[in-house]
């Protein structure tokens, strides 16, 4: 029983086993555990047949353990593999695994100093503070910092919780009697203005659960480029229903889909004019605060009442890591139950200000050793890098002439279809174009070629629905398609690497494009009819 | 740059770095890098001078990030060392610390099945049907399971979440058109009965985040032995205000200040004659599942509609690992986005019932490789083991003649005052009892033990306030104390450690002996003037 447990010494035993559990860590990220495919793909019935078990009476030996993780190695997806190019959650940067691996023995309890978390409770201050300034909120150096009530930012779960935390910020802020009287207490439903096609999932949620309901979002129309479209939300605001009192607006800086980003300023304008809290949504854009170049993409972030980061997208860092920071930082102080203690001087237990989260461990100590790691210097570096990374991988893509991209290039996620050139020539030469057959085809040749591409397992795409609001494929913009994505998010891909993206695409896609061209020619024929569009059976995470 | 990347291969001072990390760790956990103290104590003010930085211009070196590493060991608290002993949340099992290491590398996003956690999707699941088997509730084998809808609980990022979900859960059972119309569309305020002085923080946190109100908690009276009294909510039930209508009783299986658990079948059957959900906080109680003895201290749990249970507290897991689980399985679909999605056959996009939580990592493989390691039966001995444990340390404790308890010993926390027995006998031989400068003092003396404790940093014991409900100290119920925790999360502590807490507690208590007893007799000789009692300066995490 004793050797289950690591209390004040070790066996050898003990060490050899985590030793080898690192090393079989490795082995994954370098690729030698996985047969060096992003996915040794299974199907779900595989998988399932791998799995499931019964509750197991008797214990098993570290050796069966060891089998049992390097089964889960060998079927995991790599995301940190340079041919994984669906989501930008690399989380393979030295510094973020280091601080990961020492996090789990630390096993700090970030609720208060005390007893608890004496020294992580001010690295991750210090971090908050750190990230107020990139962002560009009013800040002050941790020496200087009175209490709680001047932090002004906290460590979420992700960026779905940040959203949440913000709007439930926002909404206090401006109906300061809810805390203690609730939703029902109000003359009028609270409401938060945003943009469709463009917003995370996470909004509908939490509009659901923190009591507004969905009919508490005021949904405006994107622009073709998927931003945010200002006259749409100043019209809205200008012909609100009687029974309705709008609290939020929301900007995307990077949406989930096509990274686009909102003019935060034209937003913030709006807001002002209309006394609105304003939210950014930076959870994949935040990281081009670290480039004074990028940076002038999200101008006007540091105008923002609330933003959500979250690192553990595109910064390098494993799950999990996210912030939302407050421009005025004694906001979060709404959330505390004893409202006089985060003013005291010297108090500084985080879980005082923090809704949602009482016992949770030191996950800030990764991004706050990145950036140790790094350096500004070498974040701008890497940031800049992966924008240079991103529009060769996109010239890979476009080269080969299977596909049609739906909006220009932004900073690191594109969406596109498969419908090659000489597809698209022959339906211009045909006069094809607007024949409803051809809309199915391309949604159905994108599915497949991304479906095939997943179960080979060796670059994987997401695969995600998306309108095509620039009208590109030109059916309008009212439908939805299934689109692939790209996301780079490593800073660089090698030659070798690029080269191998290309010649799997190109394998894979030569074979849709004849059988798509076979299809289309069939069209002129008259004798095609069009096969019901299949239901997505593989999707990946931004379609969320 | 590359260098700070972990890619296709591994560069050997990459692979040293993890390695010298990982015997960081290990070194943490065996005392070696702390000095061999529970805790190397510093001030707020020493702690932020050592933390205290500007934003870093450049990169650090991997030995400076290693010596920084090493300061964060050297001053962190250690959970796991067997005197620690004012939290339950040891996470020091084998199994939880290698499953946490691999975890950091592979970097699944249990959001989704594909391109996101193949095989961990499965995993996760499956533990989840363990947990339900072992809670009562009804389940199926992996192989059997349809789809989503019949997973029935999931994966949180603590105790507090998991009493917000079921909140929630439970609310939207309720009033069904909630989801779209909110909580203003309600005509009555929805509200739940908890009882005063046992319940966790949360509910507080969500009745005020999730738009009820605090005003929608309706708070009945405790027993002596702190537990719910269930005559007091059925009063309460019988006279509600006209204008709230409660949907749910919370009962506690393990209260966070004493461990004390309410009889789950009285709130049961209360629940099924007022039509309520009976929730059960089992955060600390969800251990006792694992022994076929233990667990009729929670029988009926079974019964309940949901149950969180938090394996980060009292299951050597390390943070952060907690679930709730729904009797009714479809409960959760609630929160689908896709409603018919989730139960489509084939469906095990974990993502889609899960509110607050978007990309987030395999966090859950700790708790299903320690449920290998150990098997049920290894399970059962460690629980049993610690119940053992725990009371052999109340009896080194009561021994010392020092503390007054104020309840009879639960399973693993009991609260406590320093009052020793010298000092009472003195009060009692001189009729000096009931009065009001005795309170003063037996608060300051605790609070002053408890600190002096601290900061020598050698066993940790709890501070938190707590109501004298069973009057055992003799100034009647109201007052809130000052109280000492001791929580014994280990399954056992050797002779030594035993000896060497005794030791530390009789050196500490020795001094504060005399200088209390000094100042009860300058009471009789009516030249005292009692202290004004000072706050708390140190507080730890169950005082929440």
């Known amino acids: 029983m004793e050797e289950k447990f690591l209390y004040d010494s070790f066996s050898s035993e003990q060490q050899n086993f985590l030793q080898e559990v690192l090393a079989l860590g490795i082995r994954f990220m370098s690729g030698e555990a996985r047969d060096h ?96 300034q990139l962002v560009g909120y009013p800040t002050c150096e941790l020496k200087d910092l009175p209490n709680l009530s001047n932090v002004g930012g906290m460590w979420t779960s992700g960026g779905n919780m940040s959203n949440h935390i913000a709007i439930l910020a926002a909404l206090h802020h401006k109906f300061p009697g809810l805390k203690k009287k ?25 509009a659901e659960v923190l009591g507004l309901g969905s009919d508490g979002l005021l949904w405006v129309e994107s622009n073709s480029d998927y931003t945010t479209n200002p006259d749409a939300v100043r019209f809205e605001l200008d012909h609100l229903p009687e029974d309705v009192e ?26 002002d004019e209309y006394g609105l809290w304003l939210h950014v949504d930076a959870c994949h854009g935040g990281s081009l605060l670290f480039s004074d170049t990028l940076r002038s993409k999200v101008a006007g972030i540091e105008e923002s009442d609330s933003v959500s980061l979250d690192p553990h997208k595109g910064m390098f860092v494993t799950y999990a890591s996210s912030y939302v920071l407050f421009r005025q930082p004694e906001i979060l ?33 990764k991004l706050w050793l990145l950036i140790q790691h790094f350096g500004l210097e070498g974040l701008k ?31 690191y996620r594109s969406a596109f279809v498969f419908y090659p050139q000489v597809v698209r020539k022959y339906v211009e030469e045909n006069q094809l174009k607007g024949r409803k057959e051809l809309k199915t085809l391309v949604k ?30 030109g059916f309008g913009i009212a439908d939805k398609y299934p689109v692939m994505g790209v996301s780079v998010g490593h800073p660089f891909l090698s030659e070798k690497n690029l080269k191998e993206v290309e010649a799997e695409i190109r394998q894979v896609g030569m074979v849709f494009e004849e059988q798509m061209l076979k299809e289309i020619m069939m069209l002129t024929n008259g004798d095609y009819s069009a096969e019901n569009e299949s239901a997505t059976k593989i999707s990946g995470p931004a379609g969320w």
Chains 1, 2 share one sequence.
């Not at 994984?84 to 959650?89: G, K, N, S, W």
């Not at 102080?333 to 030191?362: H, M, N, Q």
């Not at 695969?463 to 620039?470: E, H, I, K, P, T």
Request: aromatic share 12%.
């Open 37 to 132: 495919k992003v996915l040794n793909y299974l199907t779900n019935e595989e998988c399932i047949e791998l799995v499931s078990s019964e509750l197991p009476r008797k214990g098993k030996s570290l050796t069966d353990l060891f089998s049992h993780l390097q089964m889960i190695s060998k079927y995991s997806i790599a995301q940190n593999d340079p041919k994984y190019l669906a989501f930008p959650d690399t989380g393979n940067s030295v510094a973020s695994i280091a601080a990961d691996i020492l996090v789990s023995f630390l096993n700090q309890n970030l609720i208060a100093v005390d007893r608890s978390a004496p020294i992580a409770s001010f690295i991750e201050t210090q971090l908050i503070l750190w990230l107020r």
């Open 182 to 206: 609730g939703l029902s207490s109000l003359a009028k439903r609270p409401a938060i203005v945003l943009a469709k096609g463009v917003e995370h999932f996470s909004f509908k949620g939490a």
């Open 246 to 271: 709008p609290f939020m607006v929301v900007a995307v800086a990077g949406n989930c889909r096509t990274t686009s980003i909102d003019s935060i300023s034209s937003l913030r304008k709006i807001c």
């Open 333 to 365: 102080t709404v959330f505390s139950r004893y409202p006089d203690k985060v003013r005291e001087s010297g108090c500084f237990d985080l879980g005082l200000i923090t809704p949602f989260y009482g016992s949770r461990g030191f996950a800030s100590l």
């Open 381 to 411: 570096k890497a940031v800049e890098f992966r924008e240079v990374t991103y529009r060769q991988v996109i010239e890979v893509l476009s080269k080969t002439n299977y596909f049609l991209f739906l909006h220009q290039p932004m900073f």
């Open 444 to 473: 159905k040749y994108t599915q497949r070629f991304s479906e095939e591409l997943y179960r080979r397992g060796n670059v994987i795409f997401d695969l995600y629905s998306l309108q095509d609001l620039g009208n590109k494929i």
